[in-house]
């Protein structure tokens, strides 16, 4: 069977099941097939062994032939992968300027600090305003190429209790994707809002969060 049109954030999230792979990236090109898989992965095993897994699951679930030549294979040394692996929320907080409302979230990356700020109308709804803060934190972390946005932020009420869903586009049409993340207010919905943007983006970048 050749190659059709493919979700490739769908098939993102099955090869990163897949033992020793970290994160994946699937490019795809103008008329939905894949073009190039970039993977992430440590050196427990073989890139061989690796590219045999990705083209048997990708057959078996897709039902999609993969060339070989297709798979680009980055492996890290076990004591580097942790520096890669871990986006961690420090604090979040707002402040009341007026009318306007002023968002800070800390997080840390790799030992770094990234800080992030968003200003906006009192108004403005809490799990709005902390994911907006977060996702100006991860722009300084992955660039402004990028282009991470916003979509929604809001609390939703399930039967374990409240939970915060947050949808962020990453990219620009015609090659853009949205992603979206949860996360159970445990303690504040700000909190919340800033961690289910990170589970949204943790989905598509070569990070787990804390």
């Known amino acids: ?106 997080l840390v990356y790799d030992r770094i600090d990234l800080t992030g700020r968003w200003e906006g109308p009192y108004e403005v709804p809490e799990a709005e305003g902390a994911a907006l803060a977060t996702l100006d934190a991860m722009t300084v972390l992955v660039g402004p190429a990028l282009a991470l946005n916003l979509i929604e932020a809001k609390v939703a009420t399930i039967d374990q209790g409240d939970v915060v869903i947050a949808s962020v586009t990453t990219g620009e049409p015609p090659k853009q994707e949205t992603l979206l993340g949860g996360s159970f207010v445990k303690t504040t919905v700000a909190e919340a809002a800033a961690r289910a943007v990170l589970s949204a983006l943790n989905r598509r970048l070569p990070f787990t969060v804390e």
């Open 1 to 106: 069977m050749t190659e059709g049109r493919l979700d490739p954030l769908l098939i993102e999230q099955r090869l990163a099941q897949i033992r020793g792979v970290i994160s994946a990236l699937v490019v795809t090109l103008d008329n939905g097939d894949i073009g190039e898989i970039h993977v992430m992965a440590t050196t427990q095993r073989t890139a061989k062994q690796l590219v045999r897994d990705i083209e048997s699951l990708v057959l078996l679930l897709f039902g999609t032939k993969l060339d070989y030549r297709k798979i680009s294979i980055v492996q890290l040394e076990a004591r580097h992968v942790a520096l890669v692996s871990r986006v961690r929320l420090k604090a979040i907080g707002s402040e009341r300027q007026g009318d306007t409302l002023v968002w800070s979230v800390s």
